[in-house]
C-alpha cells in the first residue's frame, strides 16, 4: 500500500512547492511594494481622462458582433496557412474540403451582412 503512495511523492511535492511559491510571491510583492497612492495614480484609468458613460450604461451589441466577425477571419486565415503548405500532399480532397470550408463562412458574412451587423451608425 504505502509503494503506491510513495509513487505520488514527487507529484505533492511539486503541489507544495509551487503554493508554496505563489504565496510567498504574494507576501514579498505585499511588503516590499511602495503604498504611497496618490490623486493621479486614483483617477480613472490611470490617464486622468473621467469615463464617458456610467458603468451601468449599456454597451451596443454589434461591437461585440464586429469583434466575433473579425475573430472569425482570424480563425479561417489560420486554418488556410497550414491548407496551403501542405495542398500538394493533400490534392483535390483537401481542395474541396476547404472550399466547403470557406463557402460556409462566406454564408455567414453575407448573413451578417444582410442583418445589417456591419453598419456603423
Not at 27 to 42: C, G, N, Q, S, W
Not at 65 to 92: H, K, Q, R, S, T
Request: charged share 15%.
Amino acid at each position: 500500500m504505502y509503494q503506491h503512495i510513495s509513487q505520488y511523492t514527487p507529484v505533492l511535492l511539486f503541489f507544495v512547492l509551487a503554493i508554496g511559491f505563489g504565496v510567498g510571491a504574494l507576501i514579498l510583492a505585499y511588503l516590499v511594494r511602495p503604498d504611497k497612492p496618490d490623486p493621479e495614480k486614483l483617477s480613472p484609468y490611470e490617464c486622468g481622462i473621467p469615463p464617458l458613460m456610467s458603468v451601468k450604461e449599456r454597451i451596443p451589441v454589434r461591437f461585440f458582433i464586429i469583434a466575433l466577425l473579425f475573430l472569425l477571419f482570424d480563425v479561417e486565415a489560420v486554418f488556410m496557412y497550414p491548407w496551403a503548405v501542405v495542398y500538394n500532399y493533400i490534392g483535390w480532397w483537401g481542395f474541396i474540403e476547404m472550399f466547403l470550408f470557406i463557402v460556409i463562412l462566406l454564408v455567414g458574412y453575407v448573413y451578417a451582412w444582410a442583418k445589417g451587423a456591419l453598419e456603423w451608425e
